[in-house]
């Protein structure tokens, strides 16, 4: 019992302990960078940039970019490969990528200050950093292998995995004394739902892979027509349009539980916002599938995959903690 009492007022403190607005702005920009790093990883699989630099962590041989093809060594590149546009895209992915790393690791500093006050929220900062170096060595990795399937899909699954971190530490920083409405009868739905889109997420990721060894035939006498392309990925691609339907039902049957909750209340917002952004997902997959695989539909069918990842997020944290208003929404 006493062990008890003093669980429940370490908790008790901790919920009243605020947060600087300097560490919540720092961990929404990082949050917001995350997103905007994902987003511009899409252009660089659209483009076919992944080797724009064939080289890490240097760029044909340069901590620059080389500003002339005369540059680059022929004895160690083949200066053959050699593309200015994909070079600069694939330069900009790194270089949004060290910000995110800088955002992190100031994250993770700041978060010293609430060890010992908050600390899971101190914990999850560190594995934020150890996850963004981990990326970063990653992208090494799947530089070296040639932009190899596996690891590329393991790349998109450890962002995802580190988007989801800096959700939950961007939603720890809120203040404590604002109340919250949640609803427990939301929560196994809402992870289900979870579930179903990481698994879509992966599928997806495998299907774009099957295109890269079409993407590299580009400008020869061998090149696909665009709107055969989708035909090398075989059943992931059939299974990945199946499986929609499985994330669909679900974000439905979520928003109809969403009803009983009273109007503008987090949980309900969130709900909404989550389902329209599971119908623009599929919106988008549609004109993929049916237009040829254009390049924004491939960006948006990325980013917009990450932003319904925060939603969900978002929406599980409103829903679990609920320690006053529960009774009344359920």
């Known amino acids: 019992m006493a062990f008890l009492k003093k669980t429940e007022a370490r908790e ?26 994902i987003l511009v990883g899409g252009l660089v699989r659209v483009s076919g940039a992944g080797l724009g630099c064939p080289d890490w962590p240097r760029c044909w041989g340069c901590w620059l970019p080389p500003a002339d093809i005369s540059a680059i060594d022929p004895e160690k590149y083949d200066i053959s490969q050699y593309n200015g546009t994909k070079m600069w895209i694939e330069y900009a992915n790194r270089m949004v990528g060290v910000v995110i790393g800088l955002l992190i690791m100031a994250t993770f500093v700041c978060s010293f200050k609430y060890r010992k006050s908050k600390p899971p929220l101190f914990w999850a900062s560190l594995v934020a950093f150890v996850l963004v170096v981990f990326q970063g060595w990653l992208g090494g990795v799947v530089v070296k292998s040639g932009l190899k399937p596996g690891i590329i899909t393991l790349h998109m699954v450890m962002a995802m995995t580190l988007l989801t ?13 604002q109340p919250v409405q949640g609803s427990s009868k939301l929560l196994n739905g809402t992870a ?23 993407l590299k035939l580009e400008g020869t006498t061998s090149e696909v027509p665009r709107d055969e392309w989708l035909t090398s990925a075989g059943y992931r691609d059939h299974l ?11 974000a439905f049957v979520l928003l109809r ?4 909750l009273p109007s503008f209340s987090a949980p309900k917002t969130l709900t909404s916002c989550v389902f329209a952004l599971v119908i ?10 049916y237009l040829s695989l254009p390049p924004l539909s491939q960006v948006l069918h990325l980013a917009n995959s990450a932003v319904l990842i925060c939603g969900i997020v978002f929406l599980w944290l409103n829903c679990k903690e609920d320690p006053t208003l529960q009774g009344n929404i359920d």
């Open 12 to 37: 008790s403190t901790e919920n009243k302990v605020s947060i600087s607005n300097r560490f919540r702005v720092l961990a929404t920009s990082t949050l917001i960078a995350t997103l905007l790093l």
């Open 165 to 177: 971190l800096l959700v939950w530490i961007v939603y720890k920083t809120k203040d404590p004394t």
């Open 192 to 214: 289900m739902l979870f579930c179903l889109v990481i698994v879509q997420v992966v599928m997806g990721t495998q299907v774009r892979e099957s295109i890269d060894p079409i």
């Open 240 to 250: 990945h349009r199946f499986f929609s339907w499985a994330v669909l039902i679900s």
């Open 257 to 260: 539980k969403s009803r009983i």
């Open 280 to 289: 623009t997902q599929i919106v988008i997959g549609i004109s993929l599938a």
